[in-house]
Every structure is written in structure tokens, then in C-alpha cells.
């Protein structure tokens, strides 16, 4: 539910944007976030075609980077790709793990504008 | 001819910055803040009611009610003669930086100690975003089943402490405690757990105990 609010911030980092950066509008926003983060894609897209209109941003195409999910496992002695937000590693059930990917917050990465 | 321009920066940016602000503020005017996430009907105001009668007499509180509409939370806490205000969230499903911002010039914050800031009952969206606060504390209460902290991981990983609730129910509701106690360490395991039961007081006594102590060191006093 919070991707409304992910995207009105997104929207207005649009507008600052466009006001240092001068452009009129965006034809490509390339968003980047953790595949543990809590953001759907789905739910995102549906905030955007809901809030962007009337936007610089309208019309715009929303390309995502999911960035996986990964853990260091102390007992195996290396990094595993997580499949779920548990703490444990997937290859061995050990529990000695620190997560190292996976949770990176949403962020804007690169746009296209004119 | 469109042009690529590289930006690179948190979405939740502005956030998060005035997170920043709302720490730095607290930590000068020495106020221990609490962000009380559940779901809705896990307990948090009953919670609040029983902690507020306990500390007290020690610390200052005001408390920052959170709900979509309605003002039934801050009237419970305002019986209690204790200073509260009420944000209606509009629909938005948590509360975020600024609506803690826009909150404080109703409550004296220069004769304050602890405050308390009860979320938007929700287990997914409040553990996203960053309000200032010293820690978030959660509740799970028991009829809601011990299935929760796997299947609502980011706010199990993001609390300091975990308190369970309506331990009165067990005999009553299907919940496997230590599943659900395995499963919250699973996601986090500096997670702190308490039982409790808000009708019976069991427990309470550790939790505010400890909770006195976090505020103390805090503090310095």
C-alpha cells in the first residue's frame, strides 16, 4: 500500500529534478530496489498510472532493476541468493548468516527526459 | 531527442531527511520516542494505557495518535491526563517524518521525556518508513497466529523488541508460541520478546522495567 506514497516522493524528486536539471519532460524513469525491500512492482506501476497525469512525469515508461536477495554464510563460507526473508542459509539451514543484498531501498537511478 | 541524466538517490529521500531532523530535535531535548506498530486490535492503546500508568511518575509522556480517521485513541489517552494529539492519516496506511513534524507544537515538547507514537495498525507499511524515532517496538497478540513474523518478515526485522500479547488467550486460540518466537529470531535475532497480557498484567512489569532503563540510559538520568 505504501507504493502511493513511494511514488508522489518520486514525483515530487521529478519536479525538483526538472527545475535544476531543465527538462520538460520524462520518457523513462529506471527505479532500482531490493527484492526484499517490500515493493511490488505491480502495485508501483498502478500508483504511477494513477498519480503521474498532469506530471512531467506522464506518460512516462517505469523500468525496474530488482536486485536479489543475498546472504554470507559462515558455514558453507559463501555468499548464497536468498529465495525468502529468512535468516537461514538456503543451501546448508545454518543460521550464522549476515545479509548482504537484498534490502536496498527504492531509488531512482536514471532518466530519460527531453 | 531524449537525454539520459544519471540521479541515483532515494526515492524516500525527503523521508528520510526529515527523519533526521526529528531525531536530531529529540536528542536535544532529551525525549525518548517509541514508533508502536501492530495490526489493528493487537493492543497497542491498551498497551500505551498500562505502560503510561507504570512510568508515569518517572518521566514526562505525551503520545502522537495515528489512525485514518477518528479520535477514539487520543480520547483514551486524554483521559488519562496525558498530552495527546491526534494525526488523521487521510487514507495513507502509516505515518510518516513530516506528520510527526507537523504533530509536535501541540505538545510541549520542552517538558517531555517520553514520547510515545502509536502508528497506523498495519504490519507491512509503517516499518518502511523512518520517523525520528529511538526504536520501534511491535505487538503480536495471540488470535492472531504465530504465522505473523514470517509472513509479514520487515517489521519483525526492524523492531528492537517484540511484544506479545493477550497471553491470556493461549488456552483459548490456536497459537503456537515458540513457532512464533523461532520464527521472529529466524528474522532478527537481536530481537527482544516479551510476554504479555494487557488484561491480566502479567509481564508488564518486565517490559516497563526495561523500557525505564532504555529511557534512563537515553536520558542520563
Given amino acids: 500500500m505504501h507504493e502511493l506514497s513511494l511514488v508522489q516522493s518520486l514525483l515530487e524528486m521529478v519536479d525538483e529534478l526538472s527545475l535544476e536539471r531543465g527538462f520538460q519532460r520524462v520518457n523513462v524513469l529506471r527505479l532500482s530496489f531490493g527484492r526484499l525491500a517490500c515493493v511490488d512492482p505491480l502495485s508501483l506501476q498502478f500508483a504511477f498510472d494513477v498519480e503521474s497525469p498532469g506530471t512531467r512525469a506522464e506518460g512516462s515508461k517505469l523500468v525496474f532493476d530488482i536486485l536479489p536477495g543475498a546472504l554470507y554464510c559462515f558455514s558453507c563460507e559463501g555468499e548464497q541468493k536468498m529465495t525468502s526473508h529468512e535468516l537461514r542459509c538456503p543451501v546448508c539451514s545454518g543460521t550464522q548468516v549476515i545479509l548482504t543484498g537484498g534490502t536496498e531501498e527504492l531509488k531512482l537511478m536514471e532518466m530519460e527526459v527531453d | 531527442m531524449s537525454t539520459k541524466v544519471t540521479v541515483v538517490k532515494n526515492v524516500l529521500d525527503a523521508n528520510d531527511r526529515l527523519a533526521a531532523d526529528n531525531r536530531k530535535l529529540f536528542a536535544e531535548k532529551k525525549i525518548f520516542v517509541v514508533n508502536l506498530m ?25 503520545v502522537i495518535e495515528g489512525d ?26 502509516h505515518i510518516d517524518s513530516n506528520m510527526v513534524r507537523e504533530a509536535l507544537p501541540g505538545l510541549n515538547i520542552d517538558n517531555m521525556d517520553l514520547l510515545f507514537v502509536e502508528n497506523v495498525g498495519n504490519l507491512v507499511c509503517p516499518a518502511e518508513f523512518d520517523i525520528g524515532e529511538q526504536m520501534k517496538i511491535m505487538i503480536l497478540s495471540t488470535p492472531e497466529g504465530a504465522d505473523k513474523p514470517a509472513k509479514y518478515p520487515l517489521m519483525f526485522q526492524s523492531s528492537t523488541a517484540l511484544i506479545i500479547n493477550k497471553t491470556d488467550l493461549l488456552p483459548y486460540v490456536n497459537f503456537d508460541l515458540e513457532k512464533a518466537k523461532r520464527d521472529a529470531l529466524i528474522l532478527n535475532p537481536k530481537l527482544l520478546i516479551f510476554e504479555v497480557s494487557c488484561k491480566t498484567g502479567a509481564g508488564l ?15 542520563g538520568r
Fill in chain 2, 68 to 93: 485514518i480517521q477518528d479520535t477514539y485513541d487520543a480520547d483514551r489517552i486524554a483521559a488519562l491526563d496525558i498530552p495527546v494529539v491526534q494525526i488523521n492519516t487521510g487514507g495513507a496506511c
Fill in chain 2, 38 to 62: 501492530s495490526s489493528p486490535g493487537a493492543g497497542k492503546t491498551t498497551l500505551l494505557e498500562r505502560t503510561i500508568q507504570e512510568l508515569r511518575g518517572t518521566w514526562k509522556i505525551g
Fill in chain 2, 205 to 219: 512489569e518486565v517490559w516497563t522495567r526495561w523500557l525505564n532503563e532504555q529511557i534512563r540510559v537515553f536520558s
